[in-house]
Structure formats: structure tokens, C-alpha cells
């Protein structure tokens, strides 16, 4: 999936999750809010109920395999996990082979579950 199509898929999850899941005020560059740089694919998202939200996909930034990554993001669209300072994605799943098809939901008390393939 090429990055402009990342970033679209990206916006629409997140309209959709501002529209349906609760009110937001979020203001969404017009291209989306890029999670990560590189090769994605299968994104999902999850309201992280204070405006923002947690997004998982697919990412291919070792060029061997597919693993699975996530960031949280504000109600602005800004990264919110750093590591010394730089907007960092959390590995989530990294072991040998792919890993494929993550979904994550909220458990309606502040956490998140995350199932991959």
C-alpha cells in the first residue's frame, strides 16, 4: 500500500472514529496525521477516550518481515510515544515471521486489547 493511501486509510479510521465512538474536536491536517514513515498496511484504530486514539498496522520497516506497530495520537493528530524525544511507534509484535491483521478495541475502562495473526 502506497503512503498516500496509508494516510488516507488513516484519516477516514480516524473520522469515523471521532464520528461514531464520541464527540471529538480534533482538526485533522488534510492529509491525515502519519503515524509512521515506511511501508504499512492493514491499519486499525481505537478511540483512547480523552480525543485521541491508538493506531496498529502492519509494518514492513525491516524488510524481511511484517510486524505489528502502534502509536497514540492526540486530538490534534500528534504523536504522544516518544523515545528520546522522537515520535516513536511501539512495537507490538516482532517475532519471527510475519505478523499479520492486527485489531485492537478498547475494554470501555481505559485499556486496550490487541489480537494479531
Given at each position: 500500500?502506497?503512503?498516500?493511501?496509508?494516510?488516507?486509510?488513516?484519516?477516514?479510521?480516524?473520522?469515523?472514529?471521532?464520528?461514531?465512538?464520541r464527540p471529538s474536536h480534533a482538526e485533522w491536517q488534510v492529509n491525515g496525521a502519519p503515524a509512521s514513515e515506511g511501508n504499512q498496511a492493514t491499519s486499525t484504530i481505537v478511540s483512547d477516550d480523552a480525543g485521541g486514539a491508538i493506531v496498529t498496522w502492519q509494518?514492513?520497516?525491516?524488510?524481511?518481515?511484517?510486524?505489528i506497530y502502534a502509536?497514540?495520537?492526540?486530538?490534534?493528530?500528534?504523536p504522544q510515544?516518544?523515545?528520546n524525544g522522537v515520535a516513536t511507534?511501539?512495537?507490538?509484535?516482532?517475532?519471527?515471521?510475519?505478523?499479520?491483521?492486527?485489531?485492537?478495541?478498547?475494554?470501555?475502562?481505559?485499556?486496550r486489547h490487541r489480537h494479531l495473526e
Open positions: 500500500m502506497c503512503r498516500q493511501q496509508f494516510i488516507s486509510l488513516l484519516v477516514l479510521s480516524l473520522v469515523s472514529c471521532a464520528v461514531l465512538a509494518d514492513y520497516r525491516t524488510g524481511t518481515n511484517w510486524d502509536q497514540r495520537l492526540d486530538a490534534a493528530g500528534a510515544w516518544f523515545t511507534p511501539v512495537a507490538v509484535c516482532t517475532a519471527p515471521n510475519d505478523q499479520s491483521y492486527p485489531t485492537i478495541v478498547s475494554d470501555g475502562d481505559g485499556g
